[in-house]
């Protein structure tokens, strides 16, 4: 039989223990010390008729996280989206900056600066890694890293046909949370995208933030800097916003001028089918739009307008066909972007 050392071996491994636990408590506040240091500040100004001015604003700001030793900047894309005029601000300076590339998909945006000598890039890590319980950092430029925990991983369903399958949740939530970097082991495991909440059985409804895990942006990366898009088919996009209530998709914008505005969809209507298939839910609804085709492909709806039935058909199209064109700083455009 073999033995474990009985008592003996206990209090040497908790000596050990002992020993080891400050130490790696250093070596993990190193870590993310210099993991902090590739973090930067990314502000840019959107035209008045952007868009996305009336929902984002024009004046837009947040936090960039330094990927590659070439100035390549990561953040979150509503951040730059549509903006003409992008600078970045390390602890040495403020700099203009070139617009890269957006995902709508994902959520994700880069710019890139020539300006960061001496900044050394945040490494990738691996957030399939990342589960319910880790002890996580978020830093944000400027600030000290804070503490958190994951609290969920799930989907994320946006009103504006947007969905994550596996977001991840943290608390407490960080405030500058937009482009934030969440941070295990000293490596990039998610970006911080909105302030969301959760509720906490005896507590109620607490704060907390959603982050777009970094795995997500692997397979898009080398398309998403070489062309400005991620190189994967555009999803239809109808234009509208929608809300669920008890299982019902219930429609609460339609975009001026959008794909759903010109077949007839109206604030209030209820979405009861796609393509014959019934829905219950965004999530749903989302993805039975998008598993009919590309953009561009016609979408069978049949919604509830007041008290009558209809049956509609969506042209859709590519969301990023209706984004005004980002220039960079030498008055061009993603080569993706041209000539479509």
């Known amino acids: 039989m073999i033995s474990t050392g009985g008592p003996v071996l206990g209090a040497a491994l908790a000596a050990f223990l002992l020993m080891w636990a400050p130490g790696s408590a250093l070596l993990e506040a190193q870590d993310v010390e210099e993991a902090m240091r590739a973090l930067v500040r990314v502000r840019a100004t959107v035209p008045e008729d952007a868009t996305t001015a009336r929902t984002l604003g024009t004046e837009r700001e947040g936090n960039g996280i330094l990927i590659d030793s070439n100035g390549l900047i990561l953040t979150i894309g509503y951040l730059i989206v549509e903006a003409d005029s992008i600078e970045v601000q390390t602890a040495t ?78 608390a407490p939530a960080y405030p500058d949370f937009g482009g934030a970097a969440l941070i295990s082991e000293g490596k990039l495991v998610g970006v911080g995208s909105i302030l969301a909440a959760f509720t906490q059985p005896g507590v109620g409804r607490l704060a907390c933030n959603m982050f777009v895990p970094i795995d997500l942006l692997k397979p898009i990366l080398q398309a998403l800097e070489r062309s400005g898009r991620s190189g994967l088919p555009s999803r239809p996009w109808l234009g509208l916003n929608t809300a669920e209530t008890e299982g019902r998709v219930v429609v609460t914008m339609v975009t001026p001028g959008g794909p759903a505005e010109q077949a007839g969809l109206r604030r209030g209507d209820i979405i009861l089918t796609v393509s014959q298939q019934p829905v219950a839910g965004i999530a749903e609804f989302y993805r039975r739009v998008w598993s009919t085709g590309s953009a561009g492909v016609s979408v069978r709806l049949r919604v509830l307008q007041g008290d009558r039935i209809r049956e509609l058909t969506v042209k859709s199209v590519d969301r990023s066909e209706r984004l005004r064109r980002s220039p960079s700083r030498s008055g061009g455009v993603p080569a993706a972007w041209l000539n479509r």
Do not use: C
């Not at 957006?102 to 691996?126: C, H, I, N, W």
């Not at 989907?155 to 943290?170: K, R």
């Open 93 to 170: 300076g403020t700099f203009p900056a070139d617009f890269v590339g957006y995902d709508g998909d994902t959520g994700f945006g880069l710019v890139r600066t020539r300006s960061l000598a001496g900044l050394k890039p945040m490494q990738l890590g691996e957030s399939s890694r990342v589960e319910v319980g880790d002890s996580l950092q978020v830093g944000g430029f400027g600030n000290e890293a804070q503490r958190v925990h994951v609290i969920s991983r799930g989907e994320f369903v946006g009103s504006w046909e947007y969905l994550l399958d596996s977001a991840v949740y943290t």
